[in-house]
């Protein structure tokens, strides 16, 4: 149903401006209710294209690492590069205007096309040109604009805009787009297929290239030392726009500059593979305007060809000025992390973006060009860290929107955002909810004192209905139980906690860090953990329990964060002088240690010990496989899988942070060794994302996220029961809440099956 | 081992949608191979070649369906257009064409298919190494060129199209 249909639904248009919360929530209820199939099908389509093309570049990673090299240093040198990029341009014949702000860059373009005589200009797709309201300002001095990249030709009909930075009407469907067209140009044509649908566009649209008076292109790259331009694309419009009119107008943020041609390669072939999938798009133009050859148009005597490169500051200088942020400017815009984003599967950039950017990368350009308050669609972002290893230039974007949550936090209070973020007073603007989900060390602490009685309000419905209220925790969720005894009590009790002296089995000393989630939470996983690692003849102790900072982390308190990361690398440190490993159960927490810690321990002996922590931490099933292969133990006669009373049949869901750290492929690993039947999930998260699922606000959007999850659990089964096996605690919960089943650890599945006896004769 | 430089061009290329073939060099070769492409066209145009020896193609001109005449709408309703392609990368399978020579930029553009004629000796691995200084002799590399890969082609409308604003069909001639 075409979104303009119902009243009840607003339009993409009335939720552009997220400024204020209301507006992201109806554009969430929009989104999943009119965008998500299209959206889910294409970037998904994306996504796995994206997977297939990268796997197939040989030195993918030494390409990114160029890559990344070559924006840290032309972002460095960036006053440099301008200067000499202006003297390029002009030398080439060509005009150069640095443009401060979105309004003078649209003015300048208006006034050149003015003085040009200009009537219609064909426009290649340009988000900039989104950015600075181009077409807006042209159309005040009565200059038709076409748009001739299809997408963007879908939308200047539709009057909407883009959710998506590479494919911008990536949220309609063929069937919505023949139902718009027909409405639009009141035609009789079928225009039924997606054949009929371009040739429709083409004709309409071929007469205007051969019409127009200027082209107006964006441009992906610009050499500095010869003002060459990248121009990526494959509809062949963003050429016609460059080659057929005599005046050209190239429009691109300040960051697009390299120092040379030279500088192109590694982004020719990172930026295709990682956007569309493919090796190269159809065309990639590479051209020093103005050309030479005569334009086609004329008629006659040809009028000589004029070029103006417009670059676009509006924010990125500053932007440059941000410790955190800074390396959003790196970004290519290929889109990787829209398409290996759950929530952006499910809603698409209308809900997970502004007005022009969108995705995990957008809110940080979203606030650089628009201002802070436009980026609050940015909490869609739940750090899974899925975009993280998918992006060409190694941005961190999670990490970009953790401190973008802390400022937003400050703005609403009223408080300038402190650019430091580790600074206490940084912390200040949480919200109740915030915190509340940040201390969930706290509320365990206390709530496994007392199980009887919290676990009991857990269930209370007024008890809910009040937190729902006071902290936004969704009354349809159910709430993990707290244990008693935890963790580390229980390894007490049952003597677990002392070193344990064997002669025979591993070398390997180690310690299970009980993190927060495990130790107040679900307990079996560690006490099977112990288990098996104990069988194994690993010398494993427990430590104490201590917030690792995942839970203030992921609600921006990042101040608090970092103090919660000291205390815990001081527990830590004894462990690894005594030449301990540290084993975690939660993925969650191990990617703190792996990824997150390096924002929070930037110096100090803390900082200096990251290193070690980060050798030398392991995921509990990953470790568990790793002293299997160093004794060369065999996983099927430790582990028998026919031992297990549930049978050999499972669904194995990883972690997305596991996945991340590429500890997901052991686990799977180390369970088909142990004759295990595995079907694993092929998404990128389950859409519980710790805390992210609980809230009210949040709720639908999880579990619409998790229903692929839930089809790929039903099909695997249509040949009967599967045991569901998942390695994060709150991937666990959100299973359980879809399907209706208890969901196993790996290590609680692997522990049933433990025949200790064959352990303990292997020399 | 890899396979040679041609063969995985070969391969790119058509997985992007490209057709190819590679003649003996001869320009009856050529021109039969063009006739063969071309078959029912009644419209087709030759850029001007600059890069490979000789005019490659001043057998194929004489055919009677080549136009000369270079208005707006003659250049629009062409249903093939034929270049030459200075390098071939064989891991993108894409062809480098000059766009600013000539009509070669208009010609690779506004025609229904695009046929580009390569030497062999000119296939290089990858889209870096055409900006190294080496990389194509003496000659250096062309001031305005693009790299093109397969015909114009687009997700937008729904399900991939193969043929939007740009040629419909790419044939490319790899001269052995």
């Known amino acids: ?763 | 081992m890899l396979a040679p430089l041609f063969e995985r061009f070969s391969r790119a290329a058509i997985d992007a949608g490209a057709t190819v073939e590679q003649i003996p060099r001869s320009s009856t070769a050529l021109a039969s191979a063009i006739r063969r492409v071309t078959g029912e066209a009644r419209r087709i145009a030759f850029a001007n070649a600059i890069d490979l020896p000789s005019d490659p193609f001043e057998e194929c001109r004489r055919a009677p369906n080549v136009v000369t005449a270079r208005s707006r709408i003659e250049l629009s309703s062409l249903d093939a257009g034929i270049t030459e392609a200075f390098a071939g990368i064989a891991r993108t399978g894409s062809v480098c064409v000059s766009v600013d020579h000539g009509e070669a930029g208009t010609i690779s553009l506004l025609a229904r298919m695009h046929i580009a004629v390569l030497a062999s000796e000119t296939i290089i691995e990858r889209p870096a190494d055409l900006f190294r200084p080496d990389c194509l002799g003496a000659k250096g590399l062309h001031r305005n060129f693009v790299f093109i890969t397969g015909p114009s082609a687009t997700a937008d409308m729904g399900p991939l199209v193969r043929g939007v604003h740009g040629p419909h069909r790419l044939h490319l001639i790899v001269l052995a």
Not at chain 1, 262 to 271: A, M, Q, S, V
Not at chain 1, 556 to 575: D, F
Not at chain 1, 697 to 721: P, T, W
């Open chain 1, 1 to 763: 149903m075409p979104a303009n249909i119902s009243p009840s639904i607003p339009s993409p248009r009335s939720v552009a401006d997220k400024s204020d919360k209301s507006a992201l929530l109806a554009a969430i209820r929009m989104a999943l209710q009119v965008e998500s199939s299209a959206v889910r099908h294409n970037t998904q389509s994306f996504n796995r294209g994206r997977y297939a093309a990268t796997s197939a570049i040989p030195d993918y990673e030494t390409l990114k690492d160029k890559a990344r090299a070559i924006k840290e240093d032309s972002l460095a040198r960036l006053p440099e590069l301008l200067a000499a990029l202006e003297a390029s341009v002009s030398r080439n014949g060509g005009h150069f205007h640095l443009a401060p702000t979105a309004a003078d860059a649209s003015r300048y373009v208006a006034e050149v096309c003015r003085e040009a005589g200009v009537r219609l200009v064909v426009k290649g797709k340009s988000m900039t040109s989104e950015e600075i309201g181009l077409n807006r300002a042209l159309d005040a001095l009565g200059i038709q604009v076409v748009e001739t990249d299809l997408a963007e030709f879908i939308l200047q009909v539709a009057d909407e805009q883009p959710s998506h930075i590479i494919a911008p009407a990536i949220h309609y469907s063929r069937e919505r787009i023949t139902a718009l067209f027909k409405r639009s140009f009141r035609t009789d044509l079928p225009l039924a297929t997606g054949e009929e649908l371009t040739a429709f566009a083409r004709g309409r649209l071929r007469e205007k290239f051969l019409q127009a008076d200027a082209g107006i292109t964006g441009a992906n790259f610009i050499a500095a030392d010869s003002g060459t331009l990248v121009l990526v694309e494959s509809e062949a419009n963003i050429r016609m726009a460059s080659l057929l009119p005599p005046l050209h107008i190239a429009i691109a943020g300040v960051e697009k500059i390299v120092p040379s041609r030279k500088d192109f390669g590694p982004f020719l072939e990172l930026l295709a593979a990682s956007a569309t999938g493919q090796p190269m798009t159809s065309y990639t133009s590479v051209i020093s305007p103005p050309l030479k050859a005569a334009p086609v148009l004329a008629e006659g005597d040809a009028p000589p060809r004029q070029f103006h490169l417009v670059l676009v500051d509006n924010g990125r200088l500053n932007l440059g000025q941000d410790e955190c942020l800074r390396e959003a400017l790196y970004c290519i815009r290929c889109g990787a992390c829209l398409n290996s984003c759950s929530n952006f599967q499910t809603v698409g950039g209308h809900a997970f973006g502004g007005e022009t950017y969108s995705g995990g990368i957008g809110g940080t350009w979203e606030s650089a060009t628009r201002g802070l308050q436009n980026a609050r669609f940015s909490e869609l972002c739940t750090g899974c860290s899925r975009c993280v290893p998918q992006c060409p230039v190694r941005i961190d974007i999670p990490w970009l929107n953790t401190v973008l949550r802390q400022r937003l936090g400050q703005l609403d209070v009223g408080k300038r955002p402190a650019p430091n973020p580790l600074a206490p007073s940084a912390d200040s603007g949480a919200s109740l909810s915030r915190l509340f989900f940040a201390r969930y060390d706290l509320l365990a602490k206390w709530g496994s004192r007392f199980p009887k009685f919290s676990n009991w309000i857990g269930q209370f419905a007024p008890a809910r209905v009040l937190l729902e209220r006071l902290f936004d925790v969704d009354r349809r969720r159910h709430l993990p139980l707290f244990a008693s005894p935890t963790l580390v009590e229980a390894s007490r009790q049952l003597r677990l906690d002392q070193p344990q002296a064997r002669k025979d089995g591993s070398s390997r000393k180690s310690v299970l860090f009980a993190d927060v989630f495990t130790n107040y939470g679900s307990i079996s996983r560690g006490l099977a953990a112990l288990r098996v690692l104990r069988a194994l003849g690993v010398d494993v102790v427990v430590s104490n329990v201590v917030a690792d900072g995942r839970a203030t982390l992921s609600q921006g308190l990042i101040a608090a964060a970092a103090r919660q990361a000291e205390r815990t690398v001081a527990l830590l440190r004894p462990y690894l002088k005594d030449g301990r490993d540290i084993i975690v159960v939660e993925p969650s927490v191990l990617a703190m240690f792996h990824h997150d810690y390096r924002h929070l321990l930037k110096s100090g002996p803390a900082g200096e010990l990251l290193q070690t922590l980060r050798e030398r931490s392991f995921e509990a099933t990953e470790y568990v496989g790793m002293v299997l292969q160093e004794n060369q133990i065999n996983a099927a006669e430790v582990f028998p899988a026919l031992r297990h009373p549930l049978g050999t049949k499972l669904f194995y869901h990883s972690h997305c942070q596991q996945k991340t750290m590429g500890c997901a492929a052991p686990t799977e690993l180390l369970l088909r060794a142990a004759g295990f039947d595995v079907v694993t999930s092929q998404v990128e998260c389950c859409g519980m994302a710790g805390s992210f699922g609980y809230k009210k606000d949040f709720y639908e959007l999880s579990l619409a996220v998790a229903e692929d999850l839930f089809a790929q659990v039903r099909k695997a089964e249509s040949g009967g029961r599967r045991i569901l096996v998942a390695s994060g605690t709150s991937c666990q919960e959100q299973l359980q809440a879809g399907l209706g089943r208890p969901v196993l650890h790996p290590l609680e599945l692997l522990g049933e099956t433990l025949r200790q006896a064959v352990v303990a004769s292997v020399p």
